[in-house]
């Protein structure tokens, strides 16, 4: 199984960025993917989930940013608006086996390696 996130870079506050995670080796219909972020220092966080057709959004993320799924391609993508310097981080996408979100880190089966993320003026 591997995910390989991609994406990410420099944005000014306020503008958007689009992340994607492409997976392979998954039955990817099978799998919750999650969006996870880390800024230094901090504990890893839950970003946004989607199952199905069931989708979950942090509260620090609600309204901005949106997760969807290319299931002919295999990938989930988080799109990201109205960033702000509070969003830089790595940004981690995460594969959960059973099919069911959660904001529990340990509960993933699979991680990609990161895409780190600056907002910055």
């Known amino acids: 199984v591997q995910l390989v996130e991609s994406g990410g870079g420099e944005v000014q506050p306020g503008g958007s960025l689009r992340l994607s995670c492409a997976t392979s080796?998954?039955?990817?219909?099978?799998?919750?993917i999650g969006w996870f972020r880390q800024a230094p220092g901090k504990e890893r966080e839950g970003v946004a989930c989607i199952s199905g057709d069931d989708i979950y959004y942090g509260d620090a993320v609600k309204g901005r940013f949106r997760i969807s799924r290319d299931s002919t391609k295999e990938t989930v993508s988080l799109q990201m608006n109205k960033v702000t310097p509070e969003d830089t981080a790595v940004y981690y996408c995460?594969?959960?086996?059973?099919?069911?979100?959660?904001?529990?880190?340990?509960?993933?089966?699979?991680w990609g390696q990161g895409t780190r993320v600056t907002i910055s003026a």
């Open positions: 080796g998954l039955l990817f219909g099978d799998y919750a």
């Open positions: 995460a594969a959960e086996e059973a099919g069911f979100c959660t904001w529990r880190p340990t509960q993933y089966d699979f």
